[in-house]
């Protein structure tokens, strides 16, 4: 044959090769998840449920039985199944929130066929190492749900909040067990925690749109945060009058304070500004502005003075925990006084130190 005489075409087409689900060991190499714990029986989503241990080439990516596999024992499941008939537990491995078949195969691919949503399950779960952040975290998580059952969703985005929010029930713990003169479970003060100091403090942070100030953050991240600093390390800080009074500077004491509030109820995460603008007018407008700027709501006194200034206001704002004062006073002077026609130019100024004599 010549060099450059031409290639016999072949008949052959190329097929790709079908994905099969997830090889176990695989996953437990790439995690370094060799240290395991008996997680019992559970209910498990099949939708978690990803891989196989030692069936991963009987399976499509899809957990369907392959066409050139045995469909005996696929077609028995299905009969009892669609009979009704209760089947014992599978078994899975865990690694984080992926779950892999060791037995019980046939019986998630019937399951998933039929559009079940969950199944019960033996559950063991390999822990994954410390080798990176995310799974330092997972740890940390796994850690303090096992010691406190709380298996809610607390989800946190920084290693080490989970060992601050243990110390707090921890803390918890000692305040009801002083009050009982008994030595309550652990497991117990972590729930009272969850339901009358977490879930409280959180639904403020909620309410107050806070979240929209920390992309990538959580609730439970803004929880821990503020909780710390107020309640742990004297670094309390006022969010208004009436959150003060909610918001205490103990954890114990804001327990007490939100134990008789419905959620509804609950105060805005707010503070308040006082601030003074000098306002500048044009010539015989006085009247006439005085009229405007004293009609704002948030406006409590208004001054006409002689001088390099020819108006004084006093104002009450309000701003949530993420704004600074500079911004909230910009925008609403820019958009409430300066407007007015007549204004000329404005100054602000917020007071330091202030005592004030009551009437």
């Known amino acids: 044959m010549s060099k450059n005489a031409p290639r016999e075409?072949?008949?052959k087409?190329?097929?790709?090769k079908t994905r099969t689900v997830r090889?176990?060991?695989?996953?437990?190499?790439?995690?370094g998840a060799y240290e395991y714990k008996d997680r019992g029986q559970q209910t498990v989503k099949l939708s978690n449920i990803v891989g196989s241990v030692n069936r991963y080439l009987d399976f499509d990516s899809k957990f369907r039985l392959?066409?050139?596999r045995p469909q005996e024992r696929l077609q028995v499941i299905r009969a009892i199944m669609m009979r009704g008939k209760p089947l014992p537990p599978v078994d899975l491995y865990k690694i984080k929130d992926s779950y892999f078949v060791l037995d019980g195969n046939h019986r998630i691919a019937v399951a998933k066929e039929r559009g079940f949503k969950e199944i019960?399950?033996?559950v063991v779960e390999f822990l994954p190492s410390r080798g990176t952040a995310e799974n330092i975290l997972y740890r940390d998580k796994t850690e303090f749900e096992d010691k406190t059952g709380l298996r809610q969703s607390i989800e946190l985005t920084e290693p080490g909040q989970y060992r601050n929010l243990l110390r707090q029930i921890t803390q918890h713990r000692k305040f009801l067990s002083d009050q009982a003169e008994s030595d309550l479970p652990l497991k117990e003060a972590a729930e009272d925690w969850y339901k009358t100091i977490y879930r409280p403090l959180t639904a403020i942070v909620e309410k107050a749109g806070l979240l929209d100030s920390f992309p990538g953050r959580t609730a439970s991240d803004l929880y821990a945060y503020i909780s710390v600093h107020?309640?742990?390390r004297d670094h309390s800080r006022s969010f208004g009058s009436k959150i003060?009074?909610?918001?205490?500077?103990?954890m114990e004491e804001f327990r007490q304070n939100m134990k008789d509030t419905?959620?509804?109820?609950?105060p805005e995460m707010l503070r308040e500004i006082t601030v003074f603008v000098l306002i500048n007018i044009t010539a015989k407008k006085e009247t006439q502005i005085l009229e405007r700027v004293f009609a704002l709501e948030e406006v409590k006194e208004v001054h006409s003075v002689h001088g390099s200034i020819d108006v004084i206001a006093k104002l009450v704002l309000t701003r949530d925990l993420v704004s600074s004062d500079a911004e909230v006073i910009s925008r609403y002077v820019q958009k409430n006084i300066r407007h007015i026609p007549g204004v000329l130019s404005t100054q602000t100024l917020i007071p330091g130190i202030s005592k004030i004599k009551e009437s």
């Open 120 to 122: 019960n399950a033996r």
């Open 9 to 11: 075409k072949s008949n």
């Open 262 to 266: 419905k959620e509804k109820d609950y």
């Open 230 to 232: 107020q309640w742990e």
């Open 23 to 31: 090889r176990f060991r695989d996953e437990q190499k790439k995690e």
């Open 66 to 68: 392959k066409k050139d």
């Open 13 to 16: 087409t190329s097929t790709p």
């Open 244 to 250: 003060d009074r909610s918001i205490t500077r103990s």
